[in-house]
């Protein structure tokens, strides 16, 4: 949304200034308590002029909270994103600069970094939640409801009961069909293990404080933190040389450089995925 017609045409998608600006009043006119707008950087033809252009036009309506997302180009994937013309990518580079330069634009204009991309006014729920120490952050975001099930509704949504996630097929056909024999539209689920639960307590807490104390977990799972995750803290040294972190025996405090860049430190506490260390570009 709020994207210059040369960037809109690239991606193939057309939405005027003055059709978001509708949604934006009439959900204030309902009376919706905080407004979000979510911005992607990383489209192609997108330089740091132009994206700050878009924010100078997002920051004159006030919304509540910003969502800045990182484009995910993979047209081997999305058949839709075959149509966009690779030579037209911004570098990892100039990414890089248009999320620094929006960091430092939304924190002069009084909004409070609330991780991974997110930011609130200061007397948002987020960012008094973040203040208060009960901010939560589920697979759909973050939240001032903590450990709550989620219903997903629709093709490929995600749903949580209790320990279990579920997601919807893929199909809409399949979904239609599945829905009329009045049977679940699932395709696959997980039931986390202790180690799951463990792992998802660590992280939940740094994406959401930017601290970790050590002895917090292993009181409430019964575990030794320093020889439970040995590997992992041996992979977490580099960002501290790299001033990202501060590592010590009582537990993990993540420093202003690392914050936006929490998301990888937070990769390195998930077992799941097949390299644990990645360039920070890959996720910017």
């Known amino acids: 949304m709020f994207l210059l017609p040369a960037v809109q045409k690239a991606v193939n998608r057309l939405q005027s200034e003055e059709q978001t600006f509708a949604v934006l009043a009439a959900a204030r006119a309902e009376g919706f308590r905080s407004t979000n707008i979510d911005l992607i950087y990383g489209l192609p033809l997108q330089t740091v002029e132009s994206f700050a252009l878009t924010l100078d036009k997002i920051l004159a309506v006030e919304p509540d909270r910003f969502s800045i997302f990182n484009y995910a180009h993979m047209p081997n ?9 690779d030579a037209d990518m911004p570098t990892s580079e100039v990414k890089l600069a248009i999320l620094q330069m929006v960091g430092q634009r939304l924190t002069d204009a009084g909004y409070v970094y609330i991780g991974m991309d997110h930011f609130a006014k200061p007397d948002d729920e987020l960012a008094v939640a973040q203040r208060e120490g009960h901010l939560y952050r589920n697979f759909q975001g973050y939240s001032t409801h903590s450990d709550c099930d989620l219903v997903g509704l629709g093709i490929t949504s995600i749903g949580r009961v209790g320990d279990a996630y579920i997601q919807n097929v893929k199909e809409l056909d399949q979904y239609d069909q599945l829905i009329s024999q009045n049977k679940l539209p ?89 390299q644990k260390q990645q360039q920070f570009s890959k996720v910017i």
């Not at 994937?77 to 013309?85: A, D, E, P």
């Not at 660590?202 to 930017?210: A, K, S």
């Not at 590997?231 to 972190?245: I, V, Y």
């Open 186 to 274: 699932v395709f696959k689920g997980v039931e986390l293990n202790d180690d799951d639960k463990l792992r998802r307590a660590v992280i939940t807490q740094l994406i959401c404080h930017f601290e970790l104390n050590f002895a917090v977990i292993e009181q409430q799972f019964g575990i030794d933190f320093a020889g439970y995750f040995t590997a992992e803290l041996n992979n977490l040294a580099p960002m501290q040389t790299d001033g990202l972190l501060i590592l010590s025996k009582e537990g993990i405090s993540v420093l202003s450089a690392g914050r936006l860049l929490i998301r990888n430190i937070c990769m390195v506490f998930d077992k799941y995925l097949a």
């Open 77 to 85: 994937r999305f058949k839709t994103q075959r149509q966009i013309n």
